[in-house]
């Protein structure tokens, strides 16, 4: 047996009942961040832009704004629905790692959004490790196949 389905059945052994609804609404809050995203990128430009990085042109900032906005609704999605949960929460953490070490250092008034953002972490570390629990389309699709 691998590795990676060693580390699988831990995840599925040891998943509390309450991490589901947690996932559930981690996933829709990065759902929604996504979209609010959408809905305002001069916003999420003016961030990026801000950071001040040498070499960044329009294109990289484009990049970045399709990046994020991208795996905040597809990957909340797809946590949220517990379909490859741990992907999806993978893919995540790039952008919340950057959102905890350099987008809240910039800002002037004190835990603006940082524990916020501390905790969607914390629970996307958790739920790459332990994936996506009993309830999930992940969890049903493989009782199908079991069926069969």
Request: contains cysteine; charged residues 15%; neutral net charge.
């Amino acid at each position: 047996m691998s590795t990676f389905n060693k580390f699988e059945q831990w995840g599925d052994r040891h998943h509390p009942a309450l991490f589901d609804v947690i996932r559930i609404a981690l996933g829709l809050f990065l759902l929604l961040k996504g979209y609010a995203f959408l809905q305002n990128k001069p916003f999420l430009e003016d961030m990026i832009i801000g950071l001040n990085v040498k070499g960044i042109n329009s294109g990289t900032v484009e990049a970045i704004m399709f990046y994020v906005i991208f795996v905040h609704m597809a990957g909340g999605l797809l946590i949220m629905l517990g379909i490859l949960t741990r992907l999806a929460s993978l893919l995540q953490l790039p952008v919340i790692i950057a959102a905890i070490f350099v987008l809240n250092n910039l800002r002037s008034y004190i835990n603006s959004d940082l524990w916020l953002t501390v905790f969607c972490l914390l629970f996307l570390v958790v739920f790459t490790i332990i994936g996506s629990g009993p309830l999930s389309l992940d969890q049903f699709l493989r009782k199908d196949k079991t069926e069969l």
